[in-house]
């Protein structure tokens, strides 16, 4: 058995030659060198590979470490200083001022139109107990009117039709 090592991604790996005494078969003989060179590799990595309570142990390291610098670039953007904070809120305190004094004087103008406006109805309505005698006159009148206009339409109508 002649045995050579020859690296690779620096990591050595042990690659073996076996040389059979009296069989010619090259296929059978490479087919036993690679089995047996599988063999050799997974037990190195089982020898190097870690615990699986160590594997899991550095995955959440990593995802530790992930999770803390996306929150810090998360915070990076929205952090504030005090200054900027009370800058905001100072504009924040004017514009609802603002809004308070606007809804104070739309209060105050539909509070003085109301008053107005009753007062006028008052006046209308008082009017109107005084005017009804002659509502009630004009409206008759008006009606006896409207009548005789549509009886002379009619007659007009028929004079028409007659004169066809």
């Not at 060198?33 to 615990?51: D, G, N, V």
Request: aromatic share 4%; proline share 1%; glycine share 2%.
């Amino acid at each position: 058995m002649v045995s050579e090592t020859i690296p690779t991604n620096n990591s050595r790996k042990k690659k073996l030659t076996f040389i059979s005494e009296g069989s010619a078969n090259i296929e059978v003989q490479k087919n036993s060198e690679e089995r047996a060179q599988e063999k050799y590799e997974t037990e190195k990595l089982r020898r190097t590979r870690k615990s699986l309570s160590d594997q899991l142990r550095s995955n959440a390291a990593s995802k530790q470490k992930a999770f803390k610098n996306e929150v810090r670039k998360r915070e990076k953007f929205n952090r504030l200083s005090r200054e900027e904070l009370n800058f905001f809120k100072d504009i924040k305190d004017k514009e609802q001022k603002k809004e308070n004094e606007l809804k104070r004087y739309l209060d105050q103008k539909t509070e003085s139109f109301d008053k107005k406006r009753r007062k006028i109805e008052k006046k209308v309505n008082s009017n109107q107990e005084g005017d009804d005698s002659l509502k009630s006159k004009t409206t008759s009148i008006q009606n006896d009117m409207v009548s005789n206009k549509i009886i002379k339409k009619k007659n007009k109508k028929i004079k028409l039709k007659l004169n066809l």
